[in-house]
């Protein structure tokens, strides 16, 4: 059966929102996230600011580099909590299918939504009129038959814009997409494309599946599927989480390993509460522990060990072993964990030899 699928994303999300509580900065470069001073990054930016080329996750002070009137403004989680909520209970009144997959951001399946007899573009209208009349925000949507297509066209006509891919549509839709905005493409699968000549979706469908498997390993299997437009993940409305942790880049780089291992405490006690509160939603198995060092320079190394449980002493280990492979100044250190696949049949303990 053809699923109708909306993505809906939030323009600019955190930063819109601070314009709209401050028409003063309208029209202004603006980003939110951490101070140059205290070496925090942009969580994200208005597209007056984006001509500059700031972006998400650069630091602060490139950002007023690139930009010297860059209004910067502290984040405000409450504020953007409570706007994400209201948008959710928009999506909420077309069907209960909806798979949040951040604050700004969600797959909704209306594929059985009686609205407007059924069609998925007038309700995503409605539903962008909707958020821009109570929110006084936009957001683009996509429509298509599947989650892969549907948020690649919410980002099509962004910002402020609605995008639809029909059924009909997907195959000429799929011959000249680029590679890259295939889910699971990065930079080192792209570049291992670019080698073998490919590009776009059109070149990948050229190349049988056993090539594609001999290519990309497993990943070969989906994107014979994938660069097609074919794609059944179903849309959850509880989203499995595959990993936590906690991160902190430092006002002044740490110098020693010494100083490194006297941070873990903190980041530590830290994890085990947001475990303790993501635990509350769904039950999370431990399967490995990890430790991510980013280094004064920006070279960023993580080492993780298997593990069923959050062993303190492990997480000393692994930093030293994170540490040894940089041996200079750490401006971001970071602990987390990743969890079993709940969907995995629970394994039995082996019996014990006697
Ligand atoms: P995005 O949807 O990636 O970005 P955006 O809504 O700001 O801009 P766009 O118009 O391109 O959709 O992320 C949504 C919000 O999540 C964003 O406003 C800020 C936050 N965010 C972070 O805090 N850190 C990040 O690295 C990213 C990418 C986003
Ligand atoms: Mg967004």
Redesign the pocket.
Known sequence: MTRKIIHV???????AIEVRENPLLRGKPVA??GSAAGRGVV???SYEARKFGVH??MPMGLAKRLCPDLLVLP?NMPLYKQASTEIRAIFEDYTDLVEPL????AFLDVSEAGHFRGSATRMAEEIRRRIAESQRLTA?AGVAPNKFLAKVASDWK??DGLFVIRPQDVDAFMLDLPVRRVPGVGKVTALHMEKLGIQSCGQLQRLPLAELEFEFGSFGTSLYRLCRGIDERPVNTSRVRKSLSVEDTFAQDLPTLEACLLEIPALYTELLKRLERAREHQRLLPKALFVKLRFHDFVTTTVQIPASGLERKLYYQLCAQAWERGQRPVRLLGVGVQFEDPHLPEQLPLPLKT
């Open positions: 994303d939030m323009d600019c999300f955190f930063a939110v996230g969580a994200t930016c998400s996750a984040v951040s604050l700004d951001e683009s962004k910002p």
